[in-house]
């Protein structure tokens, strides 16, 4: 299989980090282009149509895109413990969970490329206002649930270190641990699995 990204991509480290934690992250190969938004990079565009990472090309030599599907597929390739529960009622916990995950991930990133892409001159600091507003409801609403997590690790926990994690990687100066103390000590004992220092964020 062949992983088309990059690595600073916090959707890139959620599809890593299930690879490992199902065994399969050796068998991936990382092909990790430079590509923006505005130039996106000519292999990524012929993998994925929306010029979106991460992309994965499977051993069929089809393509499946959107670290969500991405996940749900490496997770079929295994018989251990499932990334995404059979039973409903945790199923729907860790998808909805996923879903806050992701959604701080969607706005996190949107404020970097305002930051670093967009002109000076048409700087919107009150959709970066919006953005962050987004991202602190979601921590607020995870800083709630954080004490039901216990030792679970399954699509959703994933989705929320990799926030959390490119909140530290990207936005230092947001310091959301200072407000959030429990989610922070979760996500301190989390990071210590191989499958997190494994992945751990790189500047490129």
């Not at 890139?12 to 991936?28: M, N, P, Q, Y």
């Not at 991202?135 to 004490?147: K, P, Q, Y």
Request: net charge negative; proline share 6%; with cysteine.
């Amino acid at each position: 299989m062949k992983l088309v990204g990059s690595a600073p991509s916090p959707f890139v480290r959620k599809v890593l980090i299930v690879a490992f934690e199902i065994g399969v992250f050796d068998k991936i190969d990382r092909i990790f282009p430079k590509t923006t938004p505005t130039a996106p990079d000519d292999q990524l565009i012929r993998c994925n149509p929306l010029a979106k990472m991460p992309a994965l090309i499977i051993q069929s030599g089809a393509t499946l895109y959107d670290s969500r599907v991405i996940c749900e597929y490496l997770d079929s390739l295994h018989q251990g413990n499932r990334m995404f529960p059979e039973d409903l009622g945790d199923r729907w916990k860790a998808l909805r969970l996923q879903a806050l995950g992701d959604g701080i991930l969607d706005a996190a990133v949107s404020i970097r490329y305002e930051t670093i892409l967009r002109p000076q001159n048409k700087y919107w600091p009150s959709w970066v206002e919006g953005q962050l507003g987004k991202v602190h409801r979601a921590l607020d609403t995870i800083e709630r649930e954080v004490d039901t997590f216990d030792d679970v690790v399954d699509i959703g926990t994933i989705a929320t270190a990799c926030a959390a994690g490119y909140l530290d990687f990207r936005f230092p100066e947001e310091d959301w641990r200072t407000l959030r103390p429990s989610l922070s000590g979760w996500f301190d004992e989390f990071s210590t699995r191989k499958s997190m220092m494994a992945t751990e964020h790189t500047a490129t």
